[in-house]
């Protein structure tokens, strides 16, 4: 019963807040573009001086009221032998409205009443050879013309009626046409500019949020008013509410990984220390299990460290000693040992480029981070590893194997701390899954960037760019 009366109220809620909904913020904002529309061409209509001339077919009983006038006055004419004037000035015509009877020559038409010295009646002679009209102008509306034959010659009959202000409708069909379409066109215009970009504008930053979270900004939100209240304010309220969670629950991910690693070296110093003690006392047939225990503990000791290192990058607590440094310094220290390592696996590395130049850096966490990225290169390389080495507006480093690539769906996860390209979990084939995570956040501390990519031949490659020192 409770369910039901929560479906009612929920689908009542539109009556109460209609402002709410969007469907309405859509209707509301056409029907106000209309509105708009007419009242700027009712304003204008007020204000511009109208010249023109229009008319309109007449029909029903005022056509059939004007002939029976027309018939009236010729056959006073005719059966009294009264004159046309005396006929237009008898009592019953010049009660009327103004009746104007037009003759071929200006001079000799008629009215059975003065004329205002503002209106205009030659402006009617254009629709003495058409049928019943009804005429607009600024001053006047006339309904004829309706043909008399008496023996004064042909007349063409109209009443006239005088306005001190034509109607609205007068107004606006008078109006000029490129007039009434500009005023349309721009009233439309304006207000469907104003709706457009207060119905876009969430929408927008709801889609830069999305993609600056998606890139690994955790602190992007939509900047969306806590006063809207329809369908787009929920929605961004909404995500802000997802991403908060998000931050939440990495942040504390991230955390917690960091605790863990350090709270883990305290046991593992002790259990090296011990192992020490042991070998001292241990006889030869338990000194090679006591070997094997020590270098596990130096593993596991390597790789907290390097957990460490990624959670503090990450974080951006690491604490950097930044120093004017020469680049070729730190890679060529870099590239001897790696040579080194490269023959033991009889693979080649091939050096072309240099970069001489000075950059701000920690220079411990540039060589960590080239010194990964080159470990990566020999080990999943068949013979040979390329170093290009260049700068212009900035460093630029590539690093590329001719190993086997990576699956395309793959290479944004390359990074990503504990992520292997080998379902196989053990260290002869995909490693701890620690060290690209540090080159790309030790790079990234520094402003730069790391980009991996698959050659066209195969192999994978590395894109170092790193800011030049500004003079």
């Known amino acids: 019963m409770s369910l039901s009366k929560g479906n009612k109220v929920s689908s009542m809620s539109w009556v109460k807040h209609p402002g709410h909904y969007l469907f309405f913020k859509i209707f509301i904002w056409f029907w106000l573009t209309i509105i708009g529309t007419v009242t700027a061409l009712i304003f204008l209509s007020n204000i511009t001086v109208i010249n023109a001339v229009s008319n309109e077919p007449l029909h029903g009983p005022m056509e059939k009221n004007l002939i029976y006038t027309a018939k009236s006055i010729e056959r006073s004419v005719v059966k009294h032998k009264r004159s046309l004037s005396n006929t237009l000035s008898h009592t019953r015509l010049s009660k009327r409205k103004l009746l104007y009877l037009s003759a071929e020559q200006p001079e000799d038409s008629l009215t059975n009443k003065d004329v205002p010295i503002d209106v205009d009646l030659s402006l009617l002679n254009f629709t003495k050879s058409m049928s019943p009209q009804i005429i607009f102008t600024e001053k006047y509306q006339a309904f004829g013309p309706i043909q008399i034959k008496v023996p004064e010659g042909n007349f063409y009959l109209y009443e006239i009626d005088i306005n001190n202000q034509p109607p609205l409708f007068i107004r606006l069909k008078l109006m000029p046409s490129w007039m009434k379409v500009s005023i349309a066109m721009i009233a439309s215009l304006i207000l469907s500019f104003l709706f457009s970009r207060n119905l876009i504008a969430p929408i927008n ?26 369908e787009l304010g929920v929605l961004g309220r909404d995500f802000n509410s997802m991403a908060n969670q998000l931050e939440l629950l990495i942040s504390s991910q991230k955390r917690l990984l960091a605790d863990i690693s350090h709270e883990l070296r305290s046991p593992l110093t002790r259990l090296k220390m011990a192992t020490g003690l042991a070998q001292m006392q241990a006889n030869d047939a338990s000194q090679s299990y006591l070997l094997r225990i020590e270098k596990e503990a130096n593993q596991l000791d390597k790789m907290i460290a390097d957990v460490l290192q990624v959670s503090r990058l990450e974080a951006k607590s690491q604490a950097l000693s930044l120093q004017k440094q020469s680049l070729q310094i730190i890679v060529d220290h870099v590239i001897n040992d790696a040579q080194f390592e490269a023959k033991q696996n009889n693979k080649q590395l091939n050096i072309v480029g240099a970069v001489d130049v000075n950059i701000n850096c920690d220079e411990g966490l540039i060589a960590s981070a080239l010194e990964n990225l080159l470990r990566n290169a020999i080990k999943y390389a068949h013979n040979t590893i390329s170093i290009t080495l260049k700068h212009a507006d900035a460093v630029y480093i590539e690093i590329c194997d001719d190993g086997p690539g990576v699956p395309n769906g793959q290479l944004s996860k390359l990074c990503e701390p504990f992520f292997r390209q080998s379902d196989a979990r053990d260290r002869v084939s995909g490693g701890t899954g620690l060290g690209l995570a540090i080159a790309k956040n030790a790079i990234a501390a520094h402003d730069g960037s790391l980009v991996l990519s698959n050659k066209e031949q195969g192999g994978l490659c590395a894109n170092i760019t790193l800011p030049l020192i500004k003079e």
């Open 205 to 230: 930053s709801l889609k830069k949020a999305a993609v600056r979270l998606s890139a690994g900004d955790l602190g992007a939100r939509a900047a969306i008013s806590v006063n809207r209240k329809d």
